[in-house]
């Protein structure tokens, strides 16, 4: 019995039923021995992830090769092809490659992601191609043209994205790689042991099971090392085999166990005939992985009668898809009914909304942010009534957006009304600035404050300057009474030494029971006390930032302490440094929650948007603190300007 003889016909039908990566990449090249024709037949048909298949006799396997199982259906299920995305518009391919991208194996779909990009970018090169030549037509200078399209930043961004994905899976691999050669390395070394320092009543049955199974069930390694990795395994395995002699008692072992494994498998295949559709699809091809794997070789007699079971089951299995396809035709339309009733809901917020109030456009906002990520999570439709649908979402979602915006248009009239209100108050601020009557100023100037609280939101270009100018006159009124009532008599030195014994007991401060309300206490009496020498200023620089030392050390922030013994300037002060603290947030998180536009599906269940909602909260928290510790400074008590 010669090597190409002993190669079993099952190897080459499985091969095609499992499309095994190992397989295809491993060389037909392996090391032969001449031993006699048991031990051939052993070494040949040893189970190896990554063993090729004879290639000289493969005649001899065209009796099975009919019973190849298809691919799943899941891999077919909305895979695009050539036809298909030649149809597709510049929009609907970069759907498809968001789609790829937020797959949870994205980095393998390299080549697909690339072929979409580029038909993509060869659809933008061309666009702006034809408006370079429409304009060239129309009289135009070339030079003269500009146009950068629309689509490119969100093409380019998915690339970035993919990209970093895709290294990250290439980083992944070749680390598994080298794991799997190191694994691989201590399996021949022990198949070596076996044959060459084995004690005496060694199960040679039980270990080389053990140690066939383990190389089986080892991943891939570098293409590089596997031809002589695989050499290497074979040239010990035969060595094996020559030293146990051609041994009957284990080569009838080794027959009666892989015929067990046969019929378990055959089994198992029958009882797929009652599972659903899918899910015995799904099975077969993990049996015909065992099959290839843990179930070779058998006697002579019984190897063709097994296979011709396990091939008739197969075809029996793969005969029901139909079933299949009628269940996923009926989910199809299930889908359709549910997208047309969020469609309509969203019209109906459209219709409900021409005279409705700013608090009902506040929650249509949110209902219908809500029911577009319910339509982009359901499933699939019929394919012929996929376009219309999409475009009925679209051409809602686009009504809906054109009443809202009606709605907020509207809205600014009012925001003209509250802006001359502010001027009068600005008027009345500064014609009383400079009065020293303040018996009768203080209370007024208190009321102008509460008053501009209770007046709504002016038009954002004029906001910043309105606040400006009635800030100035109120500052200038509060300094000149605080002038004027404490006069300049401050002993600056004997200040001086009281912060720097505030400052010492604020050094000495840990974080304790009790530690937060005496940074209060410190904190409170250190306002209290008066200005100090202009060359001893930088105390209070000193006072800071041992203050935010002590405040991280409680887990605690600068906005948590009551602000006692303030002057106005320095409320004010404060006032204006937390103002443009929350306007800064607040740009930062309306530029995160534009960005999350760009995307189909801006979910939070979105991996790729799970750092950005997290940022966006952690802003927002920040915010809330912010205004609340803005609300305190300006309240009447305050004294300071709002």
């Not at 399996?187 to 080389?208: A, D």
């Not at 930088?538 to 906005?559: G, M, P, Q, V, W």
């Not at 303030?566 to 998180?589: P, V, Y």
């Not at 801006?602 to 928290?621: G, V």
């Amino acid at each position: 019995m010669s090597s190409e003889q002993s190669v079993p016909k099952e190897n080459h039908e499985e091969k095609k039923l499992i499309n095994d990566p190992d397989t295809r990449e491993a060389s037909t090249e392996q090391p032969y021995s001449p031993v006699v024709e048991v031990a051939e037949e052993l070494l040949e048909n040893a189970e190896v992830k990554q063993q090729p298949a004879a290639t000289e006799n493969s005649s001899d396997t065209r009796k099975e090769s009919d019973a190849a199982p298809a691919p799943p259906l899941s891999s077919l299920k909305d895979a695009p092809t050539p036809e298909t995305k030649e149809e597709l518009s510049p929009e609907e391919l970069l759907s498809r490659m968001e789609q790829l991208i937020n797959l949870p194996n994205a980095g393998e779909k390299n080549r697909e992601f690339s072929q979409l990009r580029e038909k993509v970018q060869g659809m933008l090169v061309k666009d702006i191609h034809d408006r370079r030549a429409g304009f060239i037509a129309e009289g135009g200078m070339e030079s003269d043209f500009h146009y950068e399209h629309p689509l490119q930043a969100r093409l380019s961004g998915l690339s970035g994205i993919f990209k970093e994905k895709h290294d990250i899976y290439l980083k992944e691999q070749q680390a598994s790689q080298e794991e799997n050669l190191s694994q691989r390395q201590d399996i021949i070394e022990r198949l070596k042991n076996l044959y060459t320092g084995s004690e005496p009543g060694t199960n040679f049955f039980k270990e080389i099971r053990e140690i066939k199974k383990a190389w089986s069930e080892a991943g891939q390694v570098a293409k590089a090392e596997f031809k002589l990795l695989n050499n290497n395994y074979f040239h010990h395995l035969n060595q094996f085999y020559q030293m146990l002699d051609l041994n009957k008692e284990y080569l009838h072992q080794e027959y009666q166990h892989n015929l067990e494994k046969r019929e378990h498998i055959i089994e198992r295949a029958k009882a797929l005939l009652e599972e659903p559709v899918q899910k015995a699809l799904n099975e077969l091809q993990y049996l015909h992985k065992l099959w290839k794997e843990e179930a070779e070789p058998v006697a002579e007699e019984f190897r063709e009668k097994t296979w011709e079971q396990f091939k008739e089951l197969s075809n029996q299995i793969h005969d029901r898809k139909s079933e299949l396809s009628a269940a996923l035709e009926e989910e199809q339309f299930a889908n359709l009914t549910r997208k047309n009733a969020i469609i309509e809901k969203i019209r109906g917020f459209s219709e409900e909304g021409k005279n409705a109030s700013h608090q009902f456009w506040q929650n249509a906002i949110k209902t219908v942010e809500k029911l577009r990520e319910d339509f982009l999570k359901t499933g699939s439709v019929p394919r012929k009534l996929s376009n219309q649908n999409w475009n009925e979402f679209k051409e809602v979602l686009k009504s809906f957006n054109q009443s809202k915006n009606d709605f907020y248009k509207n809205l600014k009239g009012s925001q003209v009304e509250n802006l001359s209100k502010k001027q009068k108050l600005v008027e009345t601020a500064r014609d009383n600035m400079h009065s020293e009557d303040w018996d009768t100023m203080v209370p007024l100037y208190k009321k102008l404050q509460e008053e501009w609280k209770q007046i709504g939101h002016v038009p954002r270009s004029q906001a910043n300057k309105i606040w400006e100018e009635f800030k100035d006159a109120c500052n200038t009124f509060f300094a000149n009474h605080r002038e004027k009532t404490q006069g300049a008599g401050d002993n600056w030195k004997e200040n001086y030494h009281s912060k720097r014994a505030l400052l010492e007991s604020l050094k000495a401060i840990g974080n304790s029971e009790g530690s937060m309300e005496e940074i209060e206490r410190i904190k409170a009496q250190w306002n209290a006390v008066g200005k100090v020498p202009r060359d001893k200023i930088s105390i209070n620089t000193e006072f800071n930032k041992t203050l935010r030392e002590k405040l991280r050390l409680n887990n605690a922030s600068e906005y948590d302490l009551k602000d006692e013994n303030l002057s106005e300037s320095q409320l004010t002060d404060k006032a204006r440094k937390i103002k443009n603290q929350i306007q800064d947030l607040e740009a930062e998180i309306s530029t995160l929650e534009n960005n999350l536009g760009f995307f189909n599906s801006p979910s939070r269940d979105n991996p790729l948007l799970k750092d950005t909602y997290a940022k966006i909260d952690e802003k927002k928290q920040q915010l809330e603190h912010l205004r609340s510790a803005l609300h305190q400074i300006i309240s009447p008590e305050g004294g300071s300007a709002t």
